[in-house]
C-alpha cells in the first residue's frame, strides 16, 4: 500500500514505525531532513520530484549477501525508467545516472535477525520533473530533462512498484545469476577506462570489470592488475561533479 504524506522529517525514519509492514511505500511531498548516502542531505522541490520508502522484511536472506536486495532495488528502478523511454544505468554502489547526471540517489537501511536481514527500509529520491537545481548539487537530472516532457509522479511511482515485485521475486527463488547478471550489464562506465580517486585524493586509471556478489567493485587497473574496492575505498571522478 502506498501511503501519502504532507511532511515529514525523513520518510525512511517514518517507515521504520511496526505499522508499516512489508511491500508499503512511504511517500512525502516535503522532507525537512532527507538523508542521502555518505551522510549527505538530499533535497527536493516539493510538488515535483518522488521522495518515498519502501519497507522489506527480507528474512530469507542471509546478511553477507544483501548486497543481492541493493542489485534488486537498483534493477527495478531501471526497469522503471525503461517503461518511459530513459536509458539509465547503475552507478556502484546505489545511485541511478542518465548520462553522466545523477537521476535518482538510494539510502538502504537494514536491521538483522540472528545471520539474516529482518526488516529493509529502501530510502529513494527521483527527480522527475524538476528543471531547475541548486547549483550547489553537483550533477544532478531529471526524468523531466532527459525525455523533454513531463510525468505523472503516480504513474512512476506505480511503475517502479511493479517492477520491483518482479525483481524481488527473483531474489526470493534465489534467481541470483539473473540479479548479478543484469545488474553488471546495466553499470556505469562498464568497461570504459576513466579515472578513479582514493580517500586520500590520489588518483588511478581503471576500468569496471563488475561487482562480486557480496558488492565489492572490481577494477582493472592500468598495470593489468584486477583489485576489488568496498564503499568509501574508492571514487568516482566526473566532470562538473
Given at each position: ?71 534488486a532495488v537498483a534493477l527495478a528502478l531501471t526497469d522503471t525508467f525503461a ?159
Open positions: 500500500m502506498i501511503h501519502r504524506i504532507e511532511e515529514t522529517t525523513s520518510t525512511n525514519d517514518d517507515a521504520r514505525d511496526a505499522k508499516y509492514r512489508h511491500g508499503d511505500i512511504v511517500w512525502a511531498e516535503r522532507q525537512t531532513a532527507g538523508r542521502g548516502q555518505r551522510g549527505h542531505k538530499w533535497s527536493s522541490a516539493e510538488g515535483l520530484n518522488l521522495t518515498f520508502s519502501l519497507v522489506l522484511e527480507p528474512r530469507f536472506l542471509p546478511a553477507g549477501e544483501q548486497f543481492l536486495l541493493n542489485e517503461q518511459f523511454g530513459i536509458a539509465a544505468r547503475i552507478k556502484w554502489t546505489n545511485d541511478i545516472y542518465a548520462g553522466d547526471k545523477k537521476l535518482v540517489g538510494i539510502l538502504i537501511e537494514h536491521s538483522y535477525s540472528g545471520q539474516t536481514l529482518a526488516r529493509t527500509i529502501v530510502g529513494i529520491g527521483i527527480n522527475v520533473n524538476q528543471t531547475e537545481f541548486d547549483p550547489a548539487l553537483p550533477n544532478p537530472v531529471s526524468m523531466a530533462m532527459v525525455a523533454g516532457r513531463t510525468f505523472d509522479r503516480g504513474e512512476v511511482l506505480e511503475a517502479f512498484r511493479r517492477h520491483i515485485g518482479i525483481r524481488y521475486a527473483q531474489l526470493e527463488l534465489d534467481e541470483r545469476e539473473t540479479l548479478q547478471r543484469d545488474y553488471r550489464e546495466r553499470m556505469y562506465r562498464l568497461g570504459e577506462r576513466h579515472t578513479f580517486r582514493y580517500p586520500d585524493g590520489t588518483p588511478t586509471e581503471a576500468s569496471i570489470e563488475g561487482v562480486r556478489p557480496t558488492g565489492e567493485l572490481l577494477l582493472r587497473h592500468a598495470d593489468g592488475t584486477l583489485r576489488e574496492y568496498l564503499f568509501k575505498e574508492i571514487e568516482f571522478v566526473i566532470a562538473g561533479k
